[in-house]
């Protein structure tokens, strides 16, 4: 293969290894905690795959940072709660009705039109609770 062909594929795997937030990515940041797992754990986590009972470290290396984090007292005591959510589309019915204000020439204009443009939200996608340091609880959507 030619430099000049060769180029555009080295350009694209060096972008997408570079933008790429993976398990191995995260395994490789914290690699003396994952090397102190045993070997059917570390197996576990290099799989994407997370139990009751995993640390912090586990769950991190696994689904990365939460997008939120709450704390929940209940009769047990209390936890931490690890919230993960994805960018999904809205559940408002389609097509709505919108005001219209002003033209594309920005003069004043009244009525409506229809909208079938999707939303978009942000969903819980992936709840994690950890008692004592430890997962306790998973919750994910289906």
Same mark, same amino acid.
């Given at each position: ?11 694209a795997a060096t972008l997408l ?5 993976? %398990?191995? &990515? /995260? +395994? =490789?940041?914290? !690699? ?8 059917? %754990?570390? &197996? /576990? +986590? =290099?799989?994407? !795959? ?8 586990? %769950? ?24 993960y959510k994805i960018l999904g ?54």
């Open positions: 293969m030619t430099p000049r062909r060769l180029l555009p594929l080295l350009l290894a570079g933008c790429a937030d993976t %398990v191995a &990515a /995260r +395994i =490789a940041q914290r !690699q003396e905690i994952y090397d102190a797992y045993p070997a059917e %754990v570390q &197996a /576990r +986590i =290099a799989r994407g !795959q997370i139990r009751l009972g995993d640390d912090r470290d586990a %769950v991190w290396m696994v689904y990365g940072n939460p997008t939120e984090r709450l704390s929940r007292t209940d009769a047990s005591g209390l936890a931490e709660v690890w919230i589309h809205s559940d408002r019915l389609y097509p709505a009705v919108r005001p219209v204000y002003r033209d594309v020439g920005g003069t004043l204009r009244g009525g409506y039109y229809i909208d079938d443009a999707p939303e978009y939200e942000w969903k819980e996608a992936l709840r994690v609770e950890f008692r004592d340091g430890r997962v306790s609880a998973v919750q994910m959507r289906e």
